[in-house]
């Protein structure tokens, strides 16, 4: 079964830094997602992108976060510079439309 | 604003025993439903959904959902819990709108006790 993939499954940093996570969606689907989740905190939606646009983006996506299609396969999140307050798991999804979204497992980004 | 609550933060729950989780959405409109489960350090699996039809939704694992729109309720049932079940599980609501966002309640932590 098709499934959505992150890497890496942990990614540590300094404050300041800047950190791209990546995401392979599902191959035949058509939007893609990036929510987060500090530690013990519900998933919180950041973006989602379509035809290479984002067609929605939440209070948190400032412009500290970028998101790019590189390529056929691939989905990032860019953040420019680390706060330690981006601490957190980041997850990617993808669907066709109006549907469920499909999750993947998840980055672990730790800021120090 | 649209909301998901989940009353329960924790809920301790006898291998066999039955099981119901809470979920109450506040949204403008009749809102796709969803039960997301994560084990420690996974990602999220979708259990079950709801979009339209019959109220009373089936799922993965033998769970089962059902929406009740006078409550704004989407409750999570499973008849006999397997200790295997022990995980959190999120309540989510979005949109008849493709690329629009899910919000997610704050989730209910499930252990099974033996």
């Known amino acids: 079964e098709p499934e959505v993939t992150q890497t890496p499954s942990h990614q540590v940093t300094q404050m300041g830094q800047e950190v791209i996570l990546r995401c392979v969606p599902i191959s035949n689907h058509l939007y893609f997602y990036w929510y987060r989740q500090i530690l013990g905190q519900k998933v919180e939606f950041l973006v989602s992108f379509y035809n290479n646009e984002i067609s929605e983006k939440s209070e948190i996506f400032d412009d500290q976060f970028s998101v790019e299609r590189p390529d056929g396969s691939n989905f990032t999140l860019k953040i420019r510079s680390t706060k330690l307050e981006d601490s957190a798991m980041y997850f990617c999804?993808?669907?066709?439309?109006?549907?469920?979204?499909?999750f993947g497992p998840g980055t672990r980004l730790t800021v120090l | 604003a649209q909301s998901v609550t989940q009353p329960d933060i924790h809920i301790t729950v006898s291998e066999g025993a039955s099981l119901e989780l809470r979920c109450n959405y506040s949204?403008?409109?009749?809102?796709?439903l969803f039960w997301y489960v994560q084990s420690p350090g996974q990602g999220l699996q979708l259990l079950l959904k709801?979009?339209?039809?019959?109220?009373l939704v089936q799922g993965i694992k033998g769970f089962e959902a059902e929406f009740k729109r006078s409550q704004s309720s989407f409750n999570l049932r499973k008849p006999s819990v397997h200790w295997s079940d022990a995980a959190e599980y999120f309540c989510a609501v979005g949109l008849n709108q493709a690329g629009t966002a899910l919000i997610f309640g704050k989730g209910t932590t499930l252990s099974v006790s033996s």
């Open positions: 999804a993808s669907n066709r439309g109006v549907n469920e979204q499909f």
């Open positions: 949204y403008g409109a009749t809102p796709y």
């Open positions: 709801y979009f339209s039809g019959d109220t």
